[in-house]
């Protein structure tokens, strides 16, 4: 067994080894889904089911991303392209497309609040 698969419970284990759909986790606070949700991104990446550059990781908080770019790093050794926050996976997207839009992709976003 995979050292990332022991830590983890047999739910847990059932939803990063499943990898032929989507998968929901819904727990509460300090029950593992960070864990779970980066070891799922390893164990893709690892059995060769997809490239990194190839999954779209999206979170609420820089605090969660950071923690899980951490964690794929650790497990995997490569970075994921495509894991941030709502926000930042937008702007990336917009940046890479502004010209489609009319932008010029070095913008500067304004918050207002």
């Known amino acids: 067994m995979n050292d990332y698969l022991s830590l983890l419970n047999p739910e847990q284990q059932s ?8 998968v929901l986790i819904l727990a509460g606070a300090g ?6 949700i980066t070891s799922r991104i390893a ?12 999954i779209l990781a999206v979170t609420f908080t820089n605090k969660a991303a950071n923690e899980m770019v951490s964690r794929v ?5 490569t ?9 930042a996976i937008a702007a990336k997207i917009l940046r890479l497309h502004a010209e489609i839009v ?3 992709p070095n913008f500067t976003i304004i ?3």
Do not use: C
């Open 79 to 87: 970075n994921i392209p495509w894991l941030g926050t709502f926000h």
């Open 31 to 36: 029950t593992g889904k960070t864990r779970t």
């Open 73 to 77: 790093l650790e497990l995997t050794g």
């Open 43 to 54: 164990h893709i990446i690892r059995n060769g089911h997809a490239y990194s550059d190839e």
């Open 102 to 104: 009319g932008l010029n």
């Open 15 to 22: 939803a990063v080894t499943n990898i032929d759909g989507p």
């Open 111 to 113: 918050g207002v609040g």
